[in-house]
Structures are given as C-alpha cells and as structure tokens.
C-alpha cells in the first residue's frame, strides 16, 4: 500500500503534464474567444457629433443594453420562431428516414447493402452552402428542370420559394444532407445488437416487424436520442442554407434565422457588440435547450432500468 | 449609369428606346401587350446600389450635414419618386420582381426573356458571363430622363482614394492618391489591371477605352458615349451607415416587391431603420 502511493507521488506531475497541451488549446481557441465575446457583449461604441475625426468613436460600458435589445428585437424572435418552424420538419422528418432505412439496411434478406449504404450517406459528404446552391437551382422554375417536367405535362408548378413551401423547400436540403449521417449512426448501433437476442425472438416466434418495433428500435434509443439531441443543435444553428438561397429569393430576408441577424449585425451593419449579446443568448437557449432533452432522454432511460 | 437594351429584339418588338421614365414606363406596357411573357426588366432588391443611383439621378441627397447632425434624406420626394415609380411598375406586372444576379436572371437575359437593364459602365463585363449567347445584340444608350429636358445620371457604384487620419505618412499618401487617379500610366495601369472606369475625363477616351468591349463590338462609339454620359452624373452624398441604409433596403424592398405592395411605405422603413442605426451609435442628427 505504501509503496504503491510513493510510487504514484513520483508520477504525480504526469497528468497535468498530459493534460496541457488540451487545456493551452482550451483556453486559447475556446475560453478566450467566449470570454471576449462576453465582454464586447457588455460594451458599446459612441459615436459623437459627425463621427469624423480622432476620439469620435469611443468604446463604452453598455451593461446589459445590448442584452435588452436583442431580447426585445422582434427580429430575433420572429427569426427563433421561423427556426422552430423548419425544425419541426426538418428533425421528424430526417431522423424518421434515418431510422427507418437503418432498420431496412440492417434487415436479414437485404442485396447491395454496402452500395446503398454508401448512397444514403453521399450527401453527407457535400458541403451545405454546395448543397444548397444545388437545390437553389433546382428550385428556380426558370433553371430547374422539374419545372420543365411539370410544365411539359401540363401541372401546377408551386413556387418553392415563397411562404410555406419555402419551409419544405429548406428543410428538405437538411432532410437530403443529414439522414445519411443519422442513419449510419443508428445502424452503427444495430450492428451492435447481438445476435443472440434475435435468435431468442425468433424462437419465440416473433416476425421481422415485431423485431424491429420490440427489439431494434429500444435497444437503439440512445442513439436516437444521441441523433436527436444533434439535431436540434444543428437545427438552432440553421445559416447556410437560408443564406445561400437568400440571393435567389425576395422571401429570405437577411435575418431570417437568428445567426444570420448575428452575421448580419456584425459584418453588414458592423455592430459586433449586439451581434455578441445575441450570440451569447443563442448559444444560451441552445445550452439549455439541448441539454434539458438530453436530461429529460436520461432520467426516463433510468425510470425504464428502474422498472 | 445607363440604359443597355437588346437592340434587335427592341426592333423586333418595334419598341423605340425611352428617353424618359414615362417612354420607359410606356415600354415595359408595350413590351407585354406584343410579347406578355417577356419582361422589359425586372425590380431587383438585392443591390441597393442601383436603387440609389436612380435616387442621385432624380436629385435626392440620402445624407448631409448641418454643423455637427446628419440629415437623412432616404425619404426625400426625389426618393419616393423613383420607388413609387418602380413600385407601380411591380404592382401592375409590366416588370419583373425577381433578384438580379440568379441563375434565373442570368438565363432570362440570355434567352431574350429581359431585354434591357439598366446599368452602368461595367456592365459589359457582367452581361460576358450572365448572357454569353447574346453577344453583339445589346446597345448602350443615355439613362432615361424624368423630364425630357434634363441630361443627369447617377452612379451604380464606385470607388475612392481615402488617407486615414492615423495615417503615419499623410501628405506621402495623398500625394500617391491623386497621383494614382490622374496621371496616364497610373490610370492605364487602373483599367487594365483593375478593370476600373476612371473618373479623370481625359483617361475616359484613352488606353483601354479607345475600343468598344468585345460585347459591345456593335457599337463602335461604346466609350465616347460613355463619357458623354459620366460628364452628367449628379453629385452623390454619402453618410457613416450606408451599410444600415443598404441592408434595410434588401429586406424591405424585397418584402414590397414580393408582395407587390406600397414601395413607399418600403422606402420609409429604409428611412427609419438609418436614422434610428445612426441614433443608437449616438451620432449627432437632425431631424
């Protein structure tokens, strides 16, 4: 026992030593830029007369002004609603498909699985400001070639690009790029399932849908909840895509989203203060939100053990 | 700024070119009476640039100053001429409403779907990778005029030489910016190199402009024409939040134009949304 703790005191340096390097980059690439948003958050610049001239701006306490701002911007509420809006598509609707082609993938008599699998997971790989640029053409009806399907047989041509199809149209981008990554997730864990448990079910006579509904889809819910809880972050976090269709559109407005009102707080008006509050504040509804499901996804994992 | 067109279809459609905002007007209606699927042009909210050189060009000053204020005159009658203008047209379809600079504009320019823009001198090198097809097929004539005797247009668009007042060197480099934007080789090197069109009226007609674009190859007098039209270009006023002015303008007229409602109203919320901007950062202003 002792000389099992001496030997210890000798190496004792070792995990902070170890630990450094990741806690240098922290700081540095992490701690520090949140602490300096933060405190430009606090501040304000103040401008005084024309603004020309040296010490006509000055940089200032602004408490939590900018704060109060934002919070009463209805910009960025109306952004936040719009985004729950296409979230209540985009997250059903994705993890839905991700989960039922991992069942289907992972079923007993499937042919080129490895080919669709990788099929599926494609537009994962195709970066979201390419993807929505892609869709964006197709959704033009003077470039898209569906337009020029539908026209040709005499159908209705909706204008993808305006009011409510404007939600289908943006989430199905989502939809296209991210139930690959999902799905592979899910099977991932369905593939971990062992073979005994089926073979028991079997014996039990249960048919491949029982088996999907009684034991794959229980005995991947973490995953599911791991899948959900990243959904609802990149969710929240929605920019690209609206942003690249906004040039295409007079539907999308510049705050559409509430990082793009951050994006264009900070880089089209120049006001990185209130962009930093706002900025703050989102990640703060994001913190709480996705970590309250995921608190919420536990204790009823504990409830079920429990039972 | 100027008024490009496509000269053949412009024949073909008997159409005369407008030498005033009415004959424009007039146009657009003319245009979708003999060809209703066609649009002279379109309403684009996605550069505020060409809005406020239509603004220069009918008198209206966005910002001045009166000793230690700024005036914001986004709102000013010379403004909402123009946005009520551009608004009818929206509201009873003789122009298109959608965004320049799309896949969707690119291909109705080059298929002869929008005949004519209005632009500036730049647009040469635009209309190379919007409509290749139509190369040789455009003409370039003076900017229509709000009354028939005026001559003014205004500018789409710019640029300056500025020395900061922390400049370590500021004689040196006001001393190079007036050398850059006057001397020969200087404003050579500008064209060539930097694709500018000088300000300087004796570089207009000299180096890279003594010959019409490859686009415009139709028209041979391209350039003279072009500085016939910088010498009327109306006097612009700028202020310290353009930025605000401009994002403002995308959102609100984008909405107007979408809907097809009161430009107007649009052109208020520019104005609004500037003066408050200007407010907030505690700028002095004059109401």
């Known amino acids: 026992m002792t000389s099992a703790r001496r030997r210890s005191y000798g190496v004792k340096g070792a ?3 170890f630990l450094l390097p990741a806690v240098i980059l922290f700081a540095l690439f992490f701690a520090l830029p949140i602490g300096y948003a933060l405190w430009l958050s606090l ?43 296409y979230g209540a598509i985009v997250v059903p609707v994705m993890l839905g498909l991700a989960l039922v082609f991992a069942l289907m993938l992972d079923a007993d008599k499937v042919r080129l699985t490895p080919f669709t699998r990788l ?5 994962y790989a195709i970066p979201g400001v390419v993807a929505a640029l892609l869709w964006g053409f197709l959704y033009l009806p003077d470039v898209s070639p569906f337009y020029f399907v539908l026209d040709k047989l005499g159908m209705p041509q909706p204008d993808l690009l305006d009011g409510g199809p404007l939600y289908l149209a943006l989430s199905n981008i989502a939809v296209w790029g991210g139930t690959g990554f999902n799905m592979i997730v899910i099977y991932t864990s369905l593939r971990s399932i062992p073979a005994e448990v089926y073979e028991a079910a079997k014996l039990d006579g249960a048919t491949p849908l029982q088996i999907a509904l009684r034991i794959k889809i229980p005995m991947v819910a973490p995953s599911l909840v791991l899948t959900f809880f990243f959904s609802i972050i990149a969710t929240l976090q929605v920019f690209s895509e609206p942003t690249t269709l906004k040039p295409l559109t007079n539907s999308v407005s510049t705050t559409w989203s509430p990082l793009m009102k951050v994006y264009q707080d900070a880089f089209g008006k120049g006001d990185i203060y209130s962009a930093a509050a706002e900025a703050t504040i989102i990640a703060i509804v994001t913190l709480v939100l996705s970590f309250g499901f995921l608190r919420a996804a536990n204790s009823r994992n504990k409830q079920e053990a429990a039972r | 700024m100027m008024f ?32 209703p699927d066609k649009d002279l042009t379109t309403f684009s909210a996605n550069d505020s640039g060409l809005f ?8 209206a000053k966005w910002w001045t100053t009166s000793g ?14 123009v946005a009520t203008f551009w608004g009818d047209l929206v509201k009873e379809d003789a122009i298109d409403n959608q965004p320049m600079y799309t896949p969707a504009w690119n291909k109705a320019l080059n298929t002869g779907k929008q005949i004519a823009w209005v632009s500036a001198v730049w647009a040469p090198g635009t209309l190379t990778t919007a409509a290749p097809d139509t190369k040789g097929k455009w003409a370039m004539a003076p900017l229509p005029q709000w009354s028939a005797s005026e001559n003014v247009t205004g500018s789409w668009g710019g640029s300056s030489t500025a020395v900061t007042t922390d400049s370590g060197h500021k004689s040196a480099a006001a001393k190079f910016a007036a ?27 000299s180096g890279a402009f003594l010959k019409s674009p490859d686009f415009f190859s139709n028209q041979a007098d391209f350039y003279t024409k072009a500085a016939e039209i910088a010498k009327t270009t109306a006097p612009s006023a700028w202020g310290p939040n353009v930025n605000v002015a401009y994002t403002s303008f995308k959102d609100a007229f984008a909405a107007a134009a979408k809907n097809k409602s009161d430009f107007g109203a649009a052109l208020k919320t520019m104005q609004d949304d500037t003066v408050a901007d200007l407010k907030k950062q505690g700028f002095g202003v004059a109401e």
Do not use: C, M
Not at chain 1, 48 to 69: F, P, Q
Not at chain 2, 52 to 59: D, E, I, K, M, N
């Open chain 1, 119 to 123: 099929a599926i997971f494609l537009p």
């Open chain 2, 52 to 59: 406020a050189g239509l603004a220069q060009q009918a008198g």
């Open chain 2, 4 to 35: 490009y067109y496509r000269e053949d279809l412009f024949k073909q459609y008997g159409l005369k070119v407008p030498t005033t905002w009415e004959e424009f007007a007039q146009t657009a209606r003319d245009l979708k009476k003999k060809a």
């Open chain 1, 43 to 85: 501040h304000k610049v103040k401008v005084s007369g024309l603004g020309l001239g040296a010490g006509a701006r000055k940089e200032v306490w602004a408490g939590i002004g900018n704060y109060t701002d934002a919070l009463t911007d209805s910009e960025l509420l109306d952004g936040a609603l719009r985004v729950v809006g």
């Open chain 2, 68 to 81: 230690e204020k700024w005036k914001v005159g986004i709102d000013d009658a010379a403004t909402q001429k």
């Open chain 1, 15 to 17: 995990p902070y030593a």
């Open chain 2, 179 to 205: 050398w850059l934007n006057t001397d020969g080789d200087a404003l050579a090197a500008l064209a060539k190199e930097g694709g500018i069109y000088p300000a300087a009226s004796g570089a207009q007609l």
